[in-house]
């Protein structure tokens, strides 16, 4: 098997987010993507088969597969373009829990992602959140990604104090979620975020494009604006630009780079 290591929404290496991404003729046994994803011991790892025109894709985490992830997304649309052969501007993913996802490619080698835009909700989980994160947020709500995995979203008034969160993660299984996105207004973007999710295998992800399924409808209600820039700012850090469109879908567009190609023997 052909493997690719990506740095996605980073325009040079050692930022951004590392996936890997390995495509498949056909699939195999799901115990074997979860080992390759184990082994590879990144945050995500994304598997493709192609499926007429367009692909199927899935996600695993080193310990779980997962519902939607954006960086592998946009890192698997680079590996097909890039070193696939893939001429077309426009990229298709069938998914088994988020529906259609598409990747097109602008100027610049820019790859905007179409993805849904997913409400989020009051929580009444206030005080765990405060156990997990160690502060005092503001408000906590909660987006759903499938029947079975959800994210909460705890919002802070000060770019600062979700900088300088140190999170307690023996707190997270507690709350049975996916993870936990912290955000708040920034100073030089629209908005910044962080993200937990050790219940994945997690212990903070870098650049993570599914909680800007969230993030997008949250802030662009808060902040009157249709557009923004986002950024995450774990230590690698990244940037998103974020759009919300009209028929309950999101845009999240960024840059991917090599960082390795290799191959697997199994």
């Not at 052909?2 to 890997?20: C, H, L, T």
Request: proline share 5%; glycine share 6%; charged share 20%.
């Amino acid at each position: 098997m052909k493997i690719y290591q990506i740095d996605a929404f980073a325009s040079r290496v050692f930022e951004g987010n590392p996936a890997a991404v390995v495509p498949l003729e056909k699939w195999v046994d799901d115990t074997l993507l979860q080992a390759i994803a184990a082994e590879n011991n990144l945050a995500e790892t994304a598997f493709t088969v192609p499926n007429g025109d367009d692909w199927e894709i899935r996600w695993f985490t080193p310990t779980a597969e997962v519902a939607l992830c954006g960086h592998a997304t946009l890192a698997a649309a680079y590996v097909l373009i890039k070193h696939q052969g893939y001429s077309g501007s426009v990229l298709t993913f069938k998914t088994r829990q988020s529906g259609e996802l598409t990747v097109e490619r602008l100027e610049n080698d820019l790859l905007a992602m179409s993805f849904p835009a997913i409400a989020v909700e009051d929580s009444d989980q206030l005080e765990n959140i405060i156990e997990a994160l160690g502060a005092i947020p503001d408000s906590v709500k909660f987006g759903r990604y499938s029947p079975d995995q959800i994210d909460y979203v705890a919002i802070f008034d000060s770019e600062d104090t979700v900088r300088s969160l140190s999170p307690d993660l023996t707190k997270f299984a507690q709350l049975g979620s996916r993870g936990i996105i912290a955000t708040a207004p920034a100073k030089s973007f629209d908005f910044v975020s962080r993200y937990f999710a050790p219940n994945f295998g997690i212990d903070e992800d870098p650049v993570t494009g599914s909680a800007h399924c969230l993030l997008t409808p949250y802030w662009s209600n808060v902040l009157g604006k249709q557009s923004m820039q986002a950024r995450q700012i774990s230590s690698r850090g990244g940037d998103i630009t974020c759009t919300m469109i009209n028929n309950g879908r999101v845009i999240l567009a960024g840059y991917a780079v090599d960082y390795l190609i290799g191959e697997i023997f199994v």
